[in-house]
């Protein structure tokens, strides 16, 4: 499974981006879906998950403005990014997390789509 993740841009502060996170198969198979990001100079951290039975789970930093959901139908993933602010600004990744037999873990990622936020 192949993951291609698109929609990042330039925005102002407080304005909005819908990120996509299309697989190339059925998400049904994932455990977690997730969005990171990673700024210059800094780690990749986690910004949002999503299980398969629709729990989500948020950075502190994004709380209340940013939610993640998916379409299974469509096998795509999302991340609503409102009141956007300039530490915002990181290029963003999809990950996908599968367990098969015996908890072997597979990782998926998509490449990354920068998101920009100027003040």
């Known amino acids: 499974v192949q993951l291609q993740a698109s929609g990042g841009g330039l925005v102002q502060t407080g304005g909005s981006l819908r990120l996509s996170c299309a697989a190339s198969?059925?998400?049904?198979?994932?455990?977690?879906m997730g969005w990171y990001r990673q700024a210059p100079g800094k780690q990749r951290e986690l910004v949002a998950s999503?299980?398969?039975?629709?729990?989500?789970n948020y950075a502190d930093s994004v709380k209340g403005r940013f939610t993640i959901s998916k379409d299974n139908a469509k096998n795509t993933m999302y991340l609503q990014m409102n009141s956007l602010k300039p530490e915002d600004t990181a290029v963003y990744y999809c990950?996908?997390?599968?367990?098969?037999?015996?908890?072997?873990?597979?990782?998926?990622w998509g490449q990354g789509t920068q998101v920009t936020v100027s003040s």
């Open positions: 198969g059925s998400i049904f198979e994932f455990n977690i």
């Open positions: 990950h996908a997390l599968r367990y098969g037999n015996w908890a072997q873990r597979y990782d998926y």
């Open positions: 999503i299980t398969s039975g629709d729990m989500s």
